[in-house]
């Protein structure tokens, strides 16, 4: 025992010998090629004292960043997470700055400028050096990982030494089932492969199952991750929305909103969420009531001690060859998307979307930064024992958006995100306790051109023109805005001119229009009720007609005074939803035929939620290509029914039950939810404590709960 220990140390001390000299030997390469870096005085040194100079330099800059820079980390904590990547260069630069101030005789000496060069080079150089030698001794790493678990249990943060397993739920954010499955035979998911037992090798056989499952109306990361970790997405009838009680446009990825969302669900669940016994939060929108949290957004907007949103950035890039390797990473996914861009721009893809000003940098955070920051903190935690970690991971949702559900671009990121997927099963074989993944999507992506790009006018443009209300210049002079205006006329039936001088009643109020994807949402907010299809007929006769028949829509959802929900189509195709018989056919189906199975359902659902807006307007859906037009500038869209965007992924180790029994399918998040609450339940049932009335905490989370009854939870095809 005695001797492994030494040897241990032996190894460590090796490693670190040979990181100084190769940051020694990198030093000097700069100093020689860089005319601003010197290592030596004015009237010039030997070999031997340039190199005890470079040696020095090299040792001091690697001491600085290991005591100095996790302290820097913690100050920028108070720093905008976009800005974290220049920040990281200019104070690994200050720091070689400080370290060269420090080597005797004042032989070392480099401007600002290259100073920040020079770090940037001998952190990355150092950081692969690093890493290689212990990639090369399987045994070293294993005990690197033990040893970072120590230090956590040391720290009073675990590890937990529980038999029983623990279950990481990753979400690959916007990868629909349909993408995923292309993926995994293409190569281009090579662990998702493995997993489906799809892959070439010997002995290849499968360990998960995968299983589709269908989100609500609202197919969106706001309404399935409140619903998968909260258990409810109720009232949540887009990506925006206006509440008319409040005079608020509630978005769901913005602070104030998610806390409000997140508030909500637990009152109506009476549960304060999937991860409230032991459980992480990582990169999400919703806590799920867990206590370690890092980059959660409903979080974001607390103040104080508790808020520990931000941690996951201290805990990652207190490393500085972390934060070296994920700024140059950024940078890099910058100049990525530049190329990628003006290469589509060039040669005239169709369709396209713009992808300048803040985007590159946005993407790059997303894809790296984010990536990073959040299988990090899901090692930390795995390594820690914790009891369920939920992660997600949102670089292939954004890059889908701008580039395509099914473009190369897309295709790259799916590859980064499996050398993740890797690197976290990896992980998971020296976990202190053994580890399940699970691998989900929130919702897939459909493709299609925007509405504007089509149309030449936005979906507020043909709402103004319904409404009798000027239309911008810009949709005047294109196809569509004639279109639009010729559609009020025959709605009307009669001509309607836009002369000057005519008398004009005392304008109303005009509508808020908001788009979330290929759904839209339009509302009056002088009227404080929902108004009726009677109402809206009253004062804009030709609102619905020239909604309902324009091209680019593919069906309304209002409300009828005395029918109930109702569903308007082109050509006045008319479906009331509440009298629909159970095994309505296509015909009776109406404009909802095309829109698969269950369409009926989510948009019944949604008309039963308070906050629904006055019109709901789905855009157009060819069922032969699988497109739809989005409202906003997006050529991969999602928020709305037709196509990808409504078939996620459910992908589950074999061990666990089945997500549904045969011939039935699984329906909305609320539905997902209770079948992760099941399988944590069996895995941690017995140690779970109970909660008892008195107890002031919130109810265990694995216990079984009464939830209120969903009516769209399993719905069995064969019936």
């Avoid at 090796?14 to 000097?28: E, H, K, Q, Y």
């Avoid at 949540?236 to 909103?257: C, H, I, L, Q």
């Avoid at 829109?595 to 019944?604: M, S, T």
């Amino acid at each position: 025992m005695r001797g492994g220990r030494w040897r241990t140390v032996g190894r460590g001390l090796g490693r670190v010998v040979a990181v100084w000299a190769v940051s020694t030997l990198t030093m000097l390469v700069l100093a020689g090629i860089l005319p601003d870096f010197k290592l030596q005085s004015d009237d010039g040194d030997s070999a031997t004292r340039i190199a005890v100079t470079a040696a020095l330099g090299a040792g001091a800059f690697g001491l600085l960043s290991a005591l100095v820079w996790p302290l820097l980390v913690r100050a920028l904590l108070l720093v905008p997470a976009l800005v974290i990547g220049l920040l990281t260069f200019f104070l690994n630069g200050s720091l070689l700055l400080l370290a060269l101030r420090l080597i005797p005789d004042g032989r070392g000496d480099a401007n600002a400028e290259t100073a920040v060069v020079v770090a940037a080079v001998m952190s990355a150089v150092a950081s692969a050096t690093g890493g290689a030698l212990a990639v090369r001794d399987d045994d070293a790493y294993r005990r690197r990982l033990y040893r970072l678990a120590d230090r956590r249990r040391r720290r009073g943060e675990g590890p937990r030494h529980a038999t029983t397993p623990g279950t990481v739920f990753l979400q690959l954010d916007g990868v629909g089932h349909d993408v995923l499955c292309r993926a995994a035979r293409k190569g281009v998911l090579p662990t998702v492969a493995r997993w489906l037992g799809a892959d070439e090798g010997p002995g290849a056989r499968a360990t998960h199952r995968l299983t589709p499952w269908r989100t609500d109306w609202s197919s969106q990361t706001g309404a399935s991750q409140l619903g998968i970790l909260h258990g409810s997405n109720h009232d949540v009838p887009a990506f925006r929305w206006y509440e008319k009680d409040t005079g608020e446009v509630m978005v769901s990825n913005r602070p104030a909103s998610a806390v409000e969302l997140q508030r909500r669900a637990i009152a109506r669940t009476g549960d304060g969420g999937l991860l409230t016994y032991d459980g992480a939060s990582r990169g999400n929108l919703f806590s799920g009531g867990a206590e370690q949290l890092a980059l959660v957004l409903s979080m974001a907007a607390r103040r104080g001690k508790e808020n520990r949103s931000r941690a996951g950035y201290f805990a990652y890039f207190s490393d500085p060859a972390n934060a070296v390797r994920t700024a140059l990473s950024f940078v890099a996914e910058v100049g990525r998307e530049i190329g990628e861009s003006t290469r589509a721009r060039l040669r005239r893809r169709r369709p396209r979307v713009s992808r300048g000003g803040l985007y590159p940098f946005i993407r790059a955070f997303a894809t790296v930064v984010e990536r990073d920051v959040v299988v990090a903190a899901v090692i930390g935690d795995m390594l820690a024992g914790r009891a369920a970690v939920y992660a997600d991971l949102v670089a292939y949702d954004e890059v889908a958006h701008h580039s395509g559900p099914t473009s190369g671009d897309a295709e790259k990121v799916l590859r980064r995100l499996d050398r993740s997927l890797a690197l976290l099963a990896q992980v998971a074989e020296h976990a202190p306790r053994p580890y399940r993944i699970v691998l989900l999507s929130d919702h897939g992506q459909s493709p299609g051109e925007t509405y504007r790009a089509r149309y030449g006018l936005t979906l507020g443009d043909l709402v103004r023109a319904g409404c009798g209300l000027p239309v911008p210049r810009r949709a005047r002079r294109t196809r569509s805005g004639a279109e639009a205006r010729a559609a009020v006329r025959a709605a009307l039936r009669r001509p309607v001119e836009e002369g000057t001088g005519e008398h004009r009643p005392r304008r109303l109020a005009e509508p808020i229009v908001l788009a979330s994807g290929n759904l839209g949402l339009v509302s009056f907010p002088d009227v404080p009720h929902r108004m009726t299809r009677e109402e809206i007929d009253r004062r804009h006769p030709a609102l619905l007609p020239t909604l309902a028949n324009h091209p680019g829509i593919g069906f309304l959802l209002v409300r009828s005074e005395d029918r109930g929900p109702l569903v308007l189509g082109a050509r006045g195709a008319e479906v009331y939803l509440d009298e629909l018989p159970a095994d309505a056919g296509p015909d009776a189906l109406g404009p909802l035929a095309d829109f698969g199975p269950g369409a009926a359902d989510a948009v019944r659902r949604t008309d039963g939620f308070p906050h629904t807006a006055d019109i709901m307007v789905n855009s157009a859906y060819d069922p032969l290509d699988g497109e739809v037009l989005a409202f906003e500038e997006q050529i991969g869209s999602h928020g709305g029914l037709g196509g990808a965007q409504s078939r996620p992924f459910l992908l589950s180790p074999l061990v666990l039950s089945r997500p549904v029994a045969e011939g039935a399918e699984l329906v909305g998040a609320e539905a997902v939810h209770h079948v992760l609450r099941c399988w944590l339940h069996e895995a941690h049932g017995p140690e779970v404590p109970r909660v008892t009335p008195a107890d002031d905490r919130l109810p265990d989370p694995l216990a079984p709960t009464a939830f209120p009854a969903a009516d769209h939870v399993v719905q069995d095809k064969t019936q």
